[in-house]
Every structure is written in C-alpha cells, then in structure tokens.
C-alpha cells in the first residue's frame, strides 16, 4: 500500500484494510463492490463495518472468523458482533456465515455468500432479555454475573429437575444413539471453557467410565493429532464463536471423528451451528469481560452430560441417578450460600491488592478450579498468578514461597483433604499467607485464613 502512495498513521491491519478499499473504491467501485475485492485479498480472522464519506447512507459489512450479524429495525438496520448491543433497537438478526458480505441502508438488506453471489439468509429473533443487559444495583457487570449464577445454574439443569432424571435427549434429538455407541471423549476448548474441561475429565471417568482427553484448541489445531472415530468431540465455548475452538472442530471432524457435541451459552452461534449434538448453557448474556456464570454453567452441563453418559454405558444406576439429581437440586442453594461470603472475600481482596504475585492450589477436581481461579485473579487484577496441582509444590514452586507470596488453597473435605493439609503444611513452613477455601465445620488452625 505504501508502494501506492498511501501514508500510514498507525501499524494496525485496520488501517491497512481502509487504505485496500479505498484503492478499490479508487478503480471504480463503489462501496460494497470495494470492500468484496479487498476481503479476497486478506488472510487471516476479520469481523469488518465500513462507511464511506461518498456513500454517507450506505454501510457494508465482511465476516470470516469472528462473530458478525446484521440486526433489522424499522427504518434501520444495524451491524453488531453481538446481538446484545442491538436488542434494544431489534430482536431480528442475521447471522453472517463465514466468507459473507452484506450491504446495508436504512431500508434494505443484501447479503452475499464468499463467491458475491446475493443470498437469502435466514432471520432469527433473538430471546436475549433486555433486563439481563442492565446493571441494576450492581457496580459492575462481572459482580452482576458472579451474582447471577444461582439462577444460571437453576435454568441449566431446569430440564433434568423437571424430567425428574438426566435423558440423553438434553443433548438433542439423536443423542440416545450416538452417546450410547461412544467409546471415548475429546474435549476442546480455550481458556475458562478448558478449564471446565479439565474438571469434566475427572467426572467422565470415575462416574461414567470412559476415557477422556481435554486439549487447548489452539494446541489441537496445529498438531498431528491421533484420532478415534468413535470418541466423540466435544466443544466447549461460551460464545460460540472463539476461532481456534472452531477451527479444532473442522480439523477433528477432518480427522475422522464423526460425531460431536457443542456446550454453548449462545443459541444460533457457529460452534452449536456446526455440531451434531448441542446443550446450551443458560448463563443469560455475558457482558462482563471475564467468564463467571458461564464456567460454572458449563460445569453444570458437563456433569449432566456425564450422568447421561454413564446411564448409557451401564456405569450409573436408577439409585445413583437419583442421588446425583439430589445434590444437583441442591446446587443453585449451595452458590448462593457461597455467594454470601462476599464481604470477606473483600477483606481478602484488600490483602491481595498490594501484591505482586499469586499461587493458587488445588487437588483432584479442583486443581482445574485452581487454574481458573489464578486465570480470573490475572486477568482482572493484573497480579500474576500461577496454579498448581498441589502436589507438584515439592517439585520446585515450593521455592517461591514467602511471606510475600499470598497462596489460596481449595480444600474441600474430599478424600484428598489430608493430602492438601500437609502441603497447607509445607506453605506455612516457608512462612507463607494461606488463604483456604473449605467445607463448612472443616478442622481450621490459627495461622490461616478461612472461607467456609
Ligand atoms: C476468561 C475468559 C476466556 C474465555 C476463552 C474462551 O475469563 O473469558 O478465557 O473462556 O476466550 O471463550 P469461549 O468460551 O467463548 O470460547
């Protein structure tokens, strides 16, 4: 571009794409026309608005790779990457596939598949609440969702309550046949999503039998990876729309794999789109940065899809079932309870506001909760913080421990307790800060803080 004469401001693609259309729009062509020439030009994931001084009542649009739907109002129509910033104008969208174009004025709407062909698209109406959008007496959106989650959670297994047990048809039409004839399962996924599939790991074989591997997407994509057709894929995605989550998908079912299930929170999104089989989490809208109600939504679903699992392959009977139903009615009670912990968990806060660093602990199941919990604390604080399974201690992080160095610990009162008191041990021996998350009534002792 620069060859061409154009004078950069920035070092951004963006710049880069405004600079291809207008030479585009320089030959000729008028806005859309610009912009459809320039797309085929680009690699790589873009979710693309353009407006042109020229054509002030004119806006067209590109996708590939990341999220991009047009919404139709009366005498207006909008482009969004999300249906929540346009639900107040419009609950009618239309979910741009991957390669589209779409011109757009105040009265009309065009779309246009990868090869410029015009196309029909079908039109959805959004069922995401206006209320969720607000903040009501929160002070921010993340507090609202971490709020949120015993009503999340309650929507989510609503179906299994209501069925009085765990059916395979939560996970669709055709679940019965395909979860029935599995022999193993792949979970895919990036971020708080893998870390709720490292968690469903340990439930899929202890209570379902079956084997389970949980891999980052964006590691699975990339690699030679050794396939199973008859190990089912399962993505997990809040939005359903991460790229490297999609692209796994692709590359497995390129593999081989036939069948795969999608647990999504957002209905008509590309992932579930692209599944067989699909359980929509029922977090409600993410507006918050960080994933809260999402990740444990989803746990919430991967553990009905274990039941579901284990039912099917002779590894869960009608008492089990019944007791798993029980303890999951429980849940929604069992969140709030934790949620009331709250103005302790500020005093904590307090204490951690001055650090630098962090380490997060946890054994079993919970060492995927540890992850999430040092993932939330670095994202949202900008403290570093790192999580280990906390048997790993002695192999070499023990040595950063200090009196600066702030460990949170979960130790719930499961048959590992012991082991995670005599690592709690080997932390205070180093003059360590604990900060423990136990069972109510779990044996406490003075140089510890405790959330119970
Ligand atoms: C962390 C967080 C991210 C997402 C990750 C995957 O708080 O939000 O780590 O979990 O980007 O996103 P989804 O689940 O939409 O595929």
Request: proline share 4%; charged share 20%.
């Amino acid at each position: 571009m620069a060859a061409l004469g154009y004078v950069f401001e920035s070092q951004t693609d963006t710049e880069v794409i405004a600079h291809l259309i207008h030479h585009h729009m320089a030959q000729g062509r008028d806005l859309l026309a610009a912009l459809q020439a320039a797309v085929k030009e680009l690699t790589g994931a873009y979710a693309l608005a353009v407006l042109s001084r020229r054509e002030p009542d004119r806006l067209a649009c590109a996708r590939m790779g990341c999220p991009l739907l047009v919404g139709l109002g009366e005498g207006e129509n909008f482009v969004a990457s999300d249906v929540s910033a346009i639900v107040a104008a419009t609950r009618r969208v239309i979910f741009l596939e991957e390669g589209d174009t779409a011109e757009l004025t105040r009265g009309a709407v065009r779309v246009f598949d990868a090869d410029d062909r015009e196309v029909a698209r079908e039109v959805h109406v959004s069922g995401v609440s206006l209320a969720s959008l607000e903040l009501g007496p929160y002070r921010h959106f993340m507090q609202k969702e971490i709020h949120e989650q015993p009503r999340a959670i309650a929507d989510t297994i609503e179906a299994a309550i209501d069925a009085g047990g765990f059916e395979p048809a939560l996970f669709g039409a055709n679940a019965e046949a395909v979860l029935g004839g599995i022999a193993g399962v792949q979970i895919l996924a990036c971020g708080t999503s893998y870390y709720a599939g490292l968690t469903a790991r340990y439930w899929i074989e202890a209570i379902a039998g079956l084997p389970c591997s949980v891999e980052i997407a964006s590691e699975y994509r990339y690699r030679d990876a050794w396939a199973d057709p008859r190990h089912l894929i399962v993505t997990i995605s809040q939005s359903g729309e991460t790229l490297d989550t999609m692209e796994a998908l692709k590359y497995a079912k390129s593999l081989g794999h036939r069948h795969t299930l999608s647990i999504c929170n957002v209905p008509e999104s590309a992932i579930p789109r692209a599944s067989e089989l699909v359980c929509y989490t029922r977090a409600g809208a993410e507006i918050g940065v960080a994933s809260t109600k999402a990740f444990t939504t989803q746990l919430a679903a991967l553990f009905q899809l274990t039941v579901v699992l284990g039912k099917l392959h002779g590894k869960v009977n009608a008492e089990q079932e019944a007791d798993y139903l029980e303890q999951l009615r429980h849940l929604p009670g069992s969140i709030q309870h934790a949620l009331n912990l709250e103005p302790q968990i500020q005093v904590w806060a307090e204490r951690f506001a001055g650090k630098q660093n962090a380490l997060f602990l946890g054994r079993g199941l919970h060492y995927p909760i540890a992850l999430e919990g040092a993932l939330k604390l670095k994202e949202i604080s900008y403290i570093h913080a790192e999580a280990y399974p906390a048997g790993e201690l002695k192999h070499g992080p023990l040595a950063l421990v200090d009196a600066a160095m702030p460990v949170v610990v979960i130790a719930p009162n499961d048959r590992l307790l012991e082991k995670v008191k005599s690592n709690m041990q080997e932390v205070r021996a180093r003059g360590g800060e604990l900060f423990v998350f136990a069972d109510h009534g779990t044996a406490t002792s003075a140089n510890r803080k405790a959330c119970t």
